[in-house]
C-alpha cells in the first residue's frame, strides 16, 4: 500500500483549503512528491520547473485526485533572473490579496560542468542558492501574514566554510564542493531569513531540511555514468528512501501544528538536527546574505532601517544529532 508524504508526516488528516502554496523544482523527485501532497491537503499549488509536458503532468494529477487541490504550472530557468523574477510575479498572481501561504524553495541540483551563470557566478551556487534568496526576496511582500518557507538543503553541506571570493569563478572547479557550497548557503540562508523575520516580529518561519539519500529523486543524474547507473538500480531496492519519503519532512514543516512557531532551524526526518559549526555562525550567515544581494544587484532584503546588520543571535540554529547522512537533490 502506498504511503504518502503528509500520511509520513502526520498531518494526513489536515486540510489547507483556500491556501497557495509554490513548489520549486516540482516537475520530478522530492518536489514533485511535495506538490501532490499539498495538493492532496487542497491547497491551490504553483508548479513550478523547466519541461512543460512533466509540469502539465503533475498539474493534472493534481486535479484529478478525489480532493479540492488545484494548481498551475510556471516554467522558470533557474540560471536566469529575468524567469525567475516571472515566477515570483505569476505566483503573487496566484495567491492574490490572501498571499502566499507556502514557499517551498526546492529546485536545485548536482552539475558536474564548470561554468558561470549570465550573472557572472558559479553555476551550482547561483541555482541552488542565488535563485532561491532571490525569489525569496521578491515575494516577501506577499507572504501571508503567519507563511512558512521551507528550503531543501542536505547533510552535504557540512565541510570548509564558503570563501565569498570564489562564487565569480571556477578555476579548480570540483563539482562535489560546489554542491556542499551551495547546500551550506540554503542552511545558512534559512537561519538568517529567520532571524531577520523575528527580529521584525513577524509569524513568517524559515527552516531548512535534509530529504535523506534518494535514488529516485534525479539527484544521481549527474554523476560520471556508472554511478549514476549504480545509484538508479538502488532505487529498486526496498529499504533505500523514496522521494515520497524525502518529501515528508518538507510536507511537515509546511503544515504540522508542532512546527508553526519554530524558526531558523535544520531538520532532518521531521526532527530537528544541528547542522554544522559553520552553518550556524551567525557573522557567515550575516555575510552571506549581503554578498547575495551584492551578487544580483539588488538591494539587501529585510536590512535594517539604520543599515545595521541585526542581532549576531543564530536563531536557535540547533537541536539533536540523530538524521541520515548522505546527500539529496
Do not use: C
Amino acid at each position: 500500500m502506498t504511503e504518502y508524504p503528509e500520511d509520513v508526516a502526520g498531518v494526513g488528516d489536515e486540510r489547507i483549503v483556500d491556501s497557495t502554496a509554490l513548489v520549486t523544482g516540482s516537475t520530478s523527485g522530492i518536489g514533485r512528491e511535495t506538490a501532490l501532497a499539498l495538493g492532496r491537503l487542497g491547497a491551490h499549488v504553483v508548479v513550478h520547473g523547466r519541461d512543460a509536458e512533466a509540469g502539465r503532468a503533475v498539474v493534472d494529477a493534481i486535479e484529478d485526485a478525489v480532493n479540492e487541490g488545484t494548481a498551475e504550472f510556471v516554467r522558470a530557468d533557474f540560471a536566469q533572473p529575468d524567469e525567475v523574477s516571472r515566477l515570483a510575479k505569476r505566483t503573487r498572481e496566484a495567491a492574490g490579496d490572501g498571499g502566499l501561504d507556502v514557499l517551498i524553495n526546492n529546485a536545485g541540483g548536482y552539475f558536474r560542468e564548470a561554468r558561470l551563470t549570465d550573472l557572472g557566478v558559479e553555476y551550482t551556487f547561483h541555482v541552488n542558492h542565488l535563485s532561491p534568496y532571490q525569489l525569496t526576496a521578491e515575494l516577501l511582500d506577499d507572504l501571508a501574514d503567519d507563511a512558512r518557507v521551507v528550503t531543501t538543503a542536505s547533510e552535504g553541506h557540512r565541510g570548509d566554510p564558503i570563501d565569498l571570493d570564489e562564487l565569480t569563478a571556477v578555476d579548480d572547479f570540483s563539482s562535489w564542493r560546489a554542491y556542499q557550497r551551495s547546500k551550506l548557503a540554503n542552511v545558512q540562508f534559512a537561519a538568517e531569513l529567520g532571524r531577520r523575520l523575528r527580529d521584525r516580529d513577524s509569524a513568517v518561519t524559515s527552516n531548512s531540511f535534509h530529504p535523506g539519500a534518494i535514488p529516485g529523486s534525479g539527484f544521481f543524474r549527474h554523476l560520471p555514468g556508472p554511478l549514476a547507473a549504480a545509484a538508479g538500480g538502488l532505487g529498486r531496492l526496498p529499504f533505500v528512501t523514496t522521494p515520497a519519503d524525502g518529501a515528508a519532512t518538507a510536507v511537515y514543516l509546511a503544515v504540522a501544528d508542532e512546527v508553526a512557531d519554530t524558526t531558523g532551524r535544520y531538520f532532518a526526518d521531521r526532527r530537528e538536527k544541528t547542522p554544522s559549526t559553520e552553518a550556524q555562525d551567525p557573522r557567515a550567515q550575516r555575510r552571506l546574505w549581503e554578498a547575495s544581494a551584492d551578487l544580483l544587484g539588488v538591494d539587501e532584503p529585510l536590512a535594517a532601517a539604520d543599515g545595521s546588520a541585526g542581532s549576531d543571535d543564530a536563531g536557535g540554529a540547533g537541536g539533536s544529532d540523530d538524521g541520515a547522512e548522505a546527500t539529496a537533490e
